[in-house]
């Protein structure tokens, strides 16, 4: 049973920061690439940061360069993105992924979702 759960979302104002956290359970954490997706209303989910299984490769949507940081820790299984001068925009839905493709220009090809953690930027 492949699982991957979210958690660390919630309500903040712009400007501020948020860190969300993934866990996985149920297969090789160590050899997967993982992503973190959004998709808000009326829009489509998008790619919004990816790390290769060793963090060799990391991608970020140009809409987060600069802001978001995603890391991971292989020994607990866990996957991390650390978001900081938060926008309205940014406001959605959050879901973990494991992903086949990650370069620094693509993220891409899901295997397995998360259920998806909200995230609310606004005053």
């Known amino acids: 049973q492949k699982r991957l759960v979210e958690s660390g979302g919630g309500l903040v104002q712009p400007g501020g920061s948020l860190r969300l956290s993934c866990t996985a359970s149920g297969f090789s954490f160590q050899l997967a690439n993982i992503g973190w997706f959004r998709q808000a209303p009326g829009k489509d989910r998008e790619a919004v940061s990816c790390i290769s299984n060793r963090s060799v490769s990391i991608y970020y949507s140009d809409s987060v360069k600069g802001r978001f940081t995603i890391s991971r820790d292989n020994a607990k299984n866990t996957v991390a993105l650390q978001m900081s001068s938060l926008k309205p925009e940014d406001t959605a839905t959050y879901y973990c992924?494991?992903?086949?493709?990650?370069?620094?220009?693509?993220?891409?090809?899901?295997?397995?979702w998360g259920d998806g953690i909200q995230v609310t930027v606004s005053s």
């Open positions: 992924a494991q992903v086949r493709k990650v370069v620094t220009r693509a993220c891409g090809g899901v295997d397995t």
